[in-house]
């Protein structure tokens, strides 16, 4: 789905933000690392500024633009871009031979992730998801892929006894894959 909106140089834009959303950057630092005209890099960062999803911070006479990680609108459209990403990566394709279910979960699902976070999936099936399957996830996204496997059974057990892990995982997943966990 996004994969047709990096037609959009607005997108472009959010996008340089999704992937770094801690980083500081001025507007012809930007124009550059996106190959953008300074003026379109411009229109967009004061757009966004505009609606909240960026702040400006000026040292000196520099203009610097980070994503406002506090913003509800924000963390859900962080959200939906890792959730997207994971689609378009090919992932849940390649383990629904292998897997009943599989949520996102951590940072990625609450929108709170930054450049060093990991993607956390756990997968429920009884059959280990093969190595390179994680592996072209993790190239396709650039982030290092998290992956618990849980059989089913054992998803049922700890899930009835109120474990920790598995409660955190209900409070704040995003299924990717099946029903409900």
Same mark, same amino acid.
């Given at each position: 789905?996004?994969?047709?909106?990096?037609?959009?140089?607005?997108?472009?834009?959010?996008?340089?933000?999704?992937?770094?959303?801690?980083?500081?950057?001025?507007?012809?630092?930007?124009?550059?690392?996106?190959?953008?005209?300074?003026?379109?890099?411009?229109?967009?960062?004061?757009?966004?500024?505009?609606?909240?999803?960026?702040?400006?911070?000026?040292?000196? %006479?520099?203009? @610097?633009?980070?994503?406002? %990680?506090?913003?509800? @609108?924000?963390?859900?459209?962080?959200?939906?871009?890792?959730?997207?990403?994971?689609?378009?990566?090919?992932?849940?394709?390649?383990?629904?031979?292998?897997?009943?279910?599989?949520?996102?979960?951590?940072?990625?699902?609450?929108?709170?992730?930054?450049?060093?976070?990991?993607?956390?999936?756990?997968?429920?099936?009884?059959?280990?998801?093969?190595? %390179?399957?994680?592996?072209? @996830?993790?190239?396709?996204?650039?982030?290092?892929?998290?992956?618990?496997?849980?059989?089913?059974?054992?998803?049922?057990?700890?899930?009835?006894?109120?474990?920790?892990?598995?409660?955190?995982?209900?409070?704040?997943?995003?299924? @990717?894959?099946?029903?409900?966990?």
């Amino acid at each position: 789905m996004f994969s047709e909106w990096k037609k959009f140089m607005g997108w472009v834009t959010i996008e340089y933000f999704m992937k770094n959303p801690n980083s500081k950057i001025h507007i012809k630092g930007l124009s550059k690392k996106l190959k953008i005209s300074p003026g379109t890099s411009y229109i967009y960062l004061k757009e966004y500024e505009k609606s909240g999803a960026l702040r400006k911070e000026t040292a000196g %006479n520099v203009h @610097l633009y980070s994503l406002d %990680n506090e913003n509800p @609108l924000v963390k859900a459209m962080k959200r939906a871009y890792i959730v997207s990403q994971i689609m378009q990566s090919g992932f849940l394709e390649e383990i629904r031979t292998y897997a009943l279910a599989a949520a996102l979960y951590g940072s990625s699902s609450s929108g709170d992730y930054t450049e060093s976070s990991d993607i956390d999936i756990i997968v429920i099936g009884d059959a280990d998801i093969p190595a %390179n399957v994680v592996r072209k @996830l993790e190239s396709f996204t650039g982030k290092e892929a998290g992956i618990t496997r849980m059989s089913i059974s054992e998803w049922k057990r700890k899930k009835e006894s109120g474990d920790f892990f598995i409660q955190s995982v209900l409070r704040n997943s995003v299924i @990717l894959l099946g029903e409900r966990i």
